[in-house]
């Protein structure tokens, strides 16, 4: 009781000092800096691969095999995609196994078999055909049928199939890669259930992923619509972060959940998707007139021009990731500031980000232009700063999110 007692009034009593940032190690600092080259290479190959498979002539060799084989439409395209995915994972896997599996391997960041990793490319794989050969058609059908309209209508059917996607991915894809099962430990279970309910999230169940068996990296997210709405954790982060540091994490992954953040990045992806498939009506259309008759490809209802649809569309990406970049960084503060709120608790929010920070090899104040091109979370440095500041409750100010505490 007395302990009890004491647990309790000890935060109010000795308020904790803020948390420091140290900088970062040598090794996570080297871990950056090589990251540059092979984010740098990984861009210029997701544009080089469809342009040289497109004008080294590799693409209408496909098609003309697809349809010798294939006779009629959609069995062509079956083919036809089945060749092209499993050309171009050949061609990057030597890079996809030097960048996801040795580099962590040898920062000792991964702890996943070879085996597990092969394995984990080839079911990536077979998603990826599968489900291009249940949705994969449609543009090309809507692009026969509506030669003017095919983007507009493409983008608005974007955005119930990417709430279907939403909807199934963690009952259907997930369990794939790894085992979800029931928290092992209970009664921290019952706190995360408790935090929900006071956040709002009512009926939702706590997984916890076997994810120490691929990966030293820790993670948490709140997902699924309806009937698949879940609590996940990575086992790895259990096991990094105390229950206080926990618990400030999961309110921080419920924040996104309550805020809406999943459905408002649905709508702002719809939006770029949108340009993007401009990009490739007019953009297409441009190329294939000129250079047409010597790619012999017609128009964009050709499934022989998919790496020109997908060149371009890489190209609108990379114009506009830092616009999505930028909103999802605003969505993680606004998290932060959700579970600071909710938790009261900023000495282990600060102390769970620099756990993470460190955990991840991060560094916690990159440089301007990596945040600008690649950051999707605000630099760890900052995140702790504001953890340790961010008090309005302390001066009798009024909460962002008070309303929606429950
Ligand atoms: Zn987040």
Redesign the pocket.
């Known amino acids: 009781m007395l302990v009890q007692a004491f647990a309790v009034s000890s935060r109010a009593d000795y308020p904790e000092p803020p948390v420091e940032v140290p900088p970062p190690s040598a090794k996570a600092l080297q871990f950056y800096r090589t990251g540059h080259a092979y984010w740098a290479f990984g861009q210029v190959w997701a544009l080089g691969l469809p342009a040289m498979i497109l004008a080294g002539g590799i693409s209408r060799k496909m098609r003309e095999f697809a349809w010798r084989k294939g006779q009629s439409w959609y069995p062509a395209f079956a083919i036809y995609v089945g060749i092209y995915l499993l050309f171009t994972f050949m061609v990057s896997l030597p890079m996809a196994f030097q960048r996801g599996y040795l580099r962590l391997h040898e920062y000792g960041l991964s702890t996943e078999s070879f085996a597990k990793w092969l394995g984990d490319a080839i079911k990536n794989l077979g998603v990826d055909y599968v489900g291009t050969l249940c949705f994969g058609w449609v543009p090309f059908l809507l692009i026969k049928r509506s030669p003017r309209w095919w983007w507009l209508i493409t983008a608005g059917l974007y955005i119930p199939f990417l709430f279907f996607v939403m909807l199934i991915k963690p009952v259907v894809v997930d369990p794939l890669f790894n085992e979800f099962g029931p928290m092992k430990d209970q009664v921290l279970e019952a706190k995360i259930l408790a935090l929900a309910a006071r956040s709002g999230i009512e009926g939702g169940r706590v997984f916890e992923v076997d994810k120490s068996t691929e990966t030293t990296a820790v993670n948490a997210y709140v997902t699924g619509i309806g009937a698949t709405k879940r609590i996940v954790l990575w086992d790895t982060l259990i096991a990094k972060l105390d229950d206080r540091e926990l618990l400030f994490v999961m309110a921080?992954?419920m924040g996104?959940y309550v805020l809406g953040h999943v459905t408002r990045s649905i709508l702002l992806s719809s939006i770029l998707i949108l340009v993007g498939l401009a990009a490739i009506q007019f953009g297409g259309r441009w190329v294939l007139s000129r250079f047409g008759p010597r790619l012999q490809i017609a128009d964009l209802s050709d499934f022989a021009a998919l790496p020109l649809i997908l060149l371009l569309f890489q190209c609108s990406y990379v114009v506009l990731s830092p616009i999505g970049l930028a909103y999802s960084r605003w969505q993680?503060h606004e998290?932060d500031r959700f579970a600071l709120e909710l938790t009261q608790d900023n000495h282990a929010g600060a102390l769970g980000f620099l756990k993470l920070q460190t955990q991840n090899l991060g560094n916690p104040r990159p440089d301007a232009w990596y945040v600008f091109l690649r950051s999707t979370?605000p630099p760890g440095g900052e995140r702790v700063d504001f953890c340790n500041t961010y008090r309005p409750w302390e001066h009798g100010l009024l909460l962002r999110y008070a309303t929606q505490f429950k």
């Open positions: 921080h992954e996104h993680e998290s979370h």
